[in-house]
Structures are given as structure tokens and as C-alpha cells.
């Protein structure tokens, strides 16, 4: 039989704005994403065969290489197969989960903990289940895409106070926890983008005097801040007033993953009400004796975050002496202010044509006009390779006159 039916159009996508953005870069051979790693060694990597110093990365114990944490994995594998096909609350619950959920409730110093397969997962389950409709949410600006995608998601109230702002965010609290039920203030504890420190213990103050709930997501700290890595809360000394915990294994951890710690009850309710956790399969095995094996080696090593933070202060001593301005990082990422978006690339590009993988941070990820190039350092770099990175930054700034302080 004959169809008569109109054949209807359907609308592209190649004329969408971030598309004509993205050709627009790849055109003037300025498109600095997706760019296809060949080979690494963490701390280096190839990259259309040319080798790079990589100061790119979040891979701050630099511990995906390393022979104890590679060897935990294999065994994995060879013990437990690839994959969990399904979710912990299901068919995909093995015994090792199990073991880094206590383990890692002791490291972090809360009394329980679960772990999620991505970190992005942790904050959209436990955020939308524990913001109800009758609750409120207070973030910072600054939070990572994953808190404000959980806001999203979360049946309650949601209010964003300004970056760091500890009167800000009292402002609100004054004039809000009365007409809700649960108060959450919720923010990252090492902010991912400018590398500067939340403010924990005026936010501790603040939740105690007003009654509200503190959710920390220390995807940037766990493992690097504190004594052996146990992250901004250890840091400041102010576990048992943190009512939850996040964090990734995507970075110090060398793996992927996501864990949130808190007291029993708060986990348990977590545990069977996160969306993500629930309905979503497990981490693999693999992924989970990594991250296993990354914690015993920094509470075993000393000399992994005693290299991290040599390396730091190398680095951020060296981009001061140089001008940049670097935001007031005091952790293992120092962004460098280069305010013009075509600048930051052309930088990028001079960076990559040097031997040196630097990520360019863009409007919207910043305000207009604040362009940076975030860097940041792991354990592993070589203090000849920061020499060598200092000193073609040193070539840069005069080559694309960067300024010496925020505009
Ligand atoms: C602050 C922050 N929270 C959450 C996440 C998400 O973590 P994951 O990579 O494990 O999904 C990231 C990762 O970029 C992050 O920087």
C-alpha cells in the first residue's frame, strides 16, 4: 500500500550555539578538548606522538602507575572477573565494596560510608535524597556542575550564596530555616576551578548556630588534604560536625568511583533511597581494589604527599616570581588568570607546541573576561619537568602580555 503521510523535518543540531562554537575552534586549530591520549605515565604523555609534560590532570598521589595500586587491580580482575553487572542494592554487592565502604568510613572518620561508581552519581543520589520538598538547599557559586545538576534533581528548595561568603550565606540561613524542614549547606571543600580552600570551620559555626545539616564534596581534597589525605574536614580538624562526606576516586584515587560517609543512620537512609546508587551497576572490581590499595599507600607513604606539596610550593613560589596571578591557591591547583578567552587558547596552543598538555577553563566555566588555564601538580612530576613548565610559562607571559592581576 502507498504511504501518503508527509515526511516531516527534523530540527539539527549543527546549528546549535555550542556547535558553531566548537567548529569556530576547530577551524583556527584551537579546539584543545577530547584530545586523544597515546600513551601515559601520569605525570607524562604522548600525544600525536609528541611527549608532554602533564599538568592537566587530576591525578594528584600520581598513583595510576603505581606498582602496588596496578597489581591490586589485576588480582581484582583475576579474582572477581570485569564487571558487577548490576547495582550493590541488587545482584552487583561483592564483599570488596563492602570492605572499602568500613575502610574507608575509617580513613575519612565518619561512622559509616557507601561507595558509588562515579563521584557525579554520589551527589546526584544522596543530594536528591536527602533535599525532600519541604527541605532547602544553600550552595555556594562556585559548586561543582554535579551539585547544581543535584539541585536540580532534588524535590526542595535550592539557594546559592556567594563564593565563600560566610555572610552571604548567614544571610540566608537567617532569614530562611525557619520556613523549612531540613537545612543543607552544601559546598565543595577545595573548590575545582580556582584550587582556594572552603571556609569549614565558619561553615560549621554557622550550621551549629542555625541548625542546619553540612554535606562537604571534597572531590579535590580527599586524599590530598589533612594528615595521610583524609581530606578539608580532617584539614580543619572538624570531622564530627561534617554530617556528610563526598568524594571521588576519580583523582587522587586513580580510578573511578564516588563515596559518601556520614553518621549510620544518614548513610543507611542513602543507601536506600539514592536513585543513582539503586538503579545504576556497581563499581567494578578493578576500580574497587584500586582505590583500596591508593588508601594504603597514602597512609603507608609519607613520602607521596611529602612529594605532592614539595612539588606545589615549587611550582606556585615559581608562577609568583613570575607575575601570574594564581587566585590564592593554596592546594594542588593553581589556575593562572590569563582574562581573554583567545588568549588563554593561543597560550594553550604555544604551551602544547613547548611539550606542555595545560587545560584552558572558559566562559561559562568562568565569568566573561576571566579566562584561565588551570594547572595543577601530582606527587609524581618531576622538579626537572616543573623547571621546564615554569620556564615556558616564563615565555608566555611576555609573549601574550598576560596581566599580573585580576581586571
Ligand atoms: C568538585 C567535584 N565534584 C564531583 C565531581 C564528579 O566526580 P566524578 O569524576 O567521580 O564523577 C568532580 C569531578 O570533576 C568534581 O570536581
Given at each position: 500500500m502507498e504511504n501518503n503521510h508527509p515526511v516531516a523535518t527534523k530540527k539539527s543540531f549543527s546549528d546549535s550555539k555550542i556547535i558553531e562554537r566548537a567548529n569556530l575552534l576547530r577551524d583556527n586549530d584551537l579546539y584543545f578538548f577530547f584530545?586523544?591520549?597515546?600513551?601515559?605515565e601520569a605525570s607524562t604523555v604522548t600525544v600525536k606522538g609528541q611527549k608532554q609534560i602533564m599538568?592537566?590532570?587530576?591525578?594528584?598521589?600520581?598513583?595510576?602507575?603505581h606498582p602496588y595500586v596496578k597489581e591490586a587491580a589485576i588480582k581484582a580482575i583475576e579474582k572477581y572477573?570485569?564487571?558487577?553487572?548490576?547495582?550493590r542494592f541488587l545482584n552487583g554487592n561483592l564483599n570488596i565494596h563492602e570492605e572499602l565502604d568500613h575502610k574507608l568510613a575509617d580513613y575519612l572518620g565518619h561512622e559509616k560510608a557507601i561507595v558509588f561508581s562515579t563521584g557525579m552519581q554520589a551527589n546526584l543520589g544522596a543530594l536528591s535524597a536527602i533535599c525532600g520538598p519541604k527541605d532547602l538547599m544553600l550552595f555556594d557559586s562556585e559548586n561543582h556542575a554535579s551539585i547544581i545538576d543535584s539541585s536540580r534533581l532534588a524535590m526542595g528548595t535550592t539557594f546559592k550564596y556567594k563564593h565563600n561568603d560566610m555572610s552571604s550565606l548567614e544571610e540566608l540561613l537567617e532569614s530562611n530555616v525557619s520556613r523549612f524542614n531540613r537545612v543543607i549547606i552544601v559546598a565543595d571543600g577545595?573548590?575545582?576551578?580556582?584550587g582556594d580552600i572552603l571556609k569549614l570551620p565558619e561553615v560549621v559555626r554557622l550550621a551549629k548556630k542555625y541548625g542546619a545539616y553540612v554535606y562537604v564534596d571534597d572531590a579535590h581534597g580527599i586524599?590530598?588534604?589533612g594528615p595521610q589525605g583524609r581530606g578539608t574536614m580532617s584539614h580543619f580538624d572538624v570531622v564530627k560536625d561534617v554530617d556528610f562526606n563526598m568524594g571521588t576516586?576519580?583523582?587522587?584515587?586513580?580510578s573511578i568511583g564516588g563515596v559518601i560517609s556520614g553518621s549510620a543512620d544518614a548513610i543507611d537512609y542513602v543507601r536506600h533511597s539514592a536513585r543513582s546508587f539503586m538503579f545504576s551497576a556497581s563499581m567494578p572490581p578493578a576500580a574497587v581494589a584500586t582505590v583500596s590499595a591508593c588508601v594504603d599507600v597514602v597512609t603507608r607513604d609519607p613520602s607521596i604527599l611529602e612529594n605532592l606539596w614539595s612539588n606545589v610550593a615549587f611550582v606556585r613560589e615559581g608562577f609568583k616570581e613570575l607575575g601570574?596571578?594564581?587566585?590564592?591557591?593554596?592546594?594542588?591547583i593553581i589556575p593562572l588568570y590569563i582574562g581573554d578567552d583567545m588568549k588563554a587558547l593561543q597560550m594553550t596552543k604555544f604551551l602544547e607546541s613547548k611539550g606542555i598538555f595545560a587545560t584552558p577553563v572558559l566562559p561559562p566555566a568562568v565569568p566573561k573576561g576571566e579566562a584561565l588555564i588551570r594547572t595543577s601538580y601530582m606527587a609524581s612530576h618531576d622538579k626537572k619537568d616543573l623547571a621546564r613548565v615554569l620556564e615556558v610559562f616564563g615565555e608566555a607571559k611576555k609573549i601574550f602580555e598576560i596581566p599580573n592581576h585580576l581586571h
Open positions: 584530545r586523544a591520549i597515546e600513551e601515559t599538568i592537566g590532570s587530576n591525578n594528584y598521589l600520581g598513583l595510576t602507575h572477573g570485569t564487571g558487577c553487572t548490576g547495582s577545595v573548590f575545582s576551578m580556582t586524599g590530598v588534604m576516586f576519580s583523582k587522587s584515587f586513580a601570574f596571578y594564581t587566585y590564592g591557591s593554596q592546594t594542588p
